[in-house]
């Protein structure tokens, strides 16, 4: 009974610290119990579900922090604010009609791509090889191509192969304005992006990591890494 009314106690709490900025509380706890509820990987039919089991593991842990700190809970804030943003506001892309691709490389989102597992290369020499090839490194916009990324790099780069993966963007010329190599800016936050340490969003390396990866250790979300780090590169073709 005493723990009951702590734990009742402790939700009121949370409930009553969430940001302010939290102006859409409705759509935003809608949210949260869609997110909570169970999924297994078992049952993940599409893409969108594979996201969504991303982010219900790194709300699950988010969350752990925000019991020890208030800090914690605007994070959880600003996640779901992100997640919210990136499933409801950008669609996924149409799948072109398009002849096949050819040369190893495979329709992924639309595009041509192909994951260069044997290589390890620096960013700089990634693109070379990719344009070697008649392609660049991969660039993309929404979260639905990037969830058909994750799943053709998850499928194809086992356990025993792992590898972290270039793709094509890069802060090397203004400090923090991540751009691709196409010049278009690069998304940001959640769920593109990864968290290191206390839910410190990436990219958080200033100018020593000036090139983003899809990062092994932490599921293949993007980091910002040293560009002459070795990776395998996944190239793409851009026309
Ligand atoms: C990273 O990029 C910044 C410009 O954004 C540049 O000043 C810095 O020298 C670069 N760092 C490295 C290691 O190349």
């Known amino acids: 009974m005493a723990l009951f009314v702590l734990l009742a106690a402790m939700l009121a709490g949370v409930a009553a610290s969430l940001p302010s900025g939290l102006d859409e509380n409705a759509d935003v706890s809608m949210l949260q119990r869609s997110l909570l509820s169970p999924l297994s990987s078992e049952c993940v039919n599409n893409l969108a579900e594979l996201l969504l089991l991303r982010q219900e593991v790194k709300l699950a842990e988010a969350v752990e922090v925000g019991r020890e700190s208030l800090s914690g809970l605007n994070d959880i804030g600003a996640y779901l604010r992100e997640i919210r943003d990136a499933l409801t506001q950008r669609e996924a892309p149409q799948e072109e009609e398009r002849t096949q691709c050819t040369g190893g490389f495979r329709l992924v989102g639309g595009k041509c791509m192909l994951l260069l597992l044997n290589e390890r290369k620096t960013w700089g020499d990634s693109r070379i090889h990719c344009?070697?090839?008649?392609?660049?490194?991969?660039?993309?916009?929404?979260?639905?191509?990037?969830?058909?990324?994750?799943d053709y790099v998850k499928e194809i780069n086992g356990p025993d192969k792992g590898a972290s993966v270039w793709v094509g963007g890069s802060d090397g010329?203004?400090?923090?304005?991540?751009?691709?190599?196409?010049?278009?800016?690069?998304?940001?936050?959640?769920?593109?992006?990864?968290?290191?340490?206390?839910?410190?969003?990436?990219?958080?390396?200033?100018?020593?990591?000036?090139?983003?990866?899809?990062?092994?250790?932490?599921?293949?979300?993007?980091?910002?890494?040293?560009c002459t780090f070795a990776a395998a590169p996944l190239c793409m073709k851009h026309n």
Not at 135 to 146: E, S, V
Not at 175 to 200: A, I, K, Q
């Open 173 to 226: 010329v203004v400090e923090d304005v991540w751009t691709w190599l196409t010049g278009e800016y690069m998304p940001r936050g959640s769920p593109f992006w990864g968290t290191r340490n206390n839910y410190t969003p990436e990219p958080s390396g200033g100018t020593n990591e000036n090139c983003s990866i899809l990062y092994k250790t932490d599921y293949y979300y993007m980091h910002d890494i040293s």
């Open 131 to 150: 344009q070697q090839i008649g392609a660049d490194l991969a660039t993309f916009q929404d979260a639905g191509t990037f969830a058909a990324i994750l």
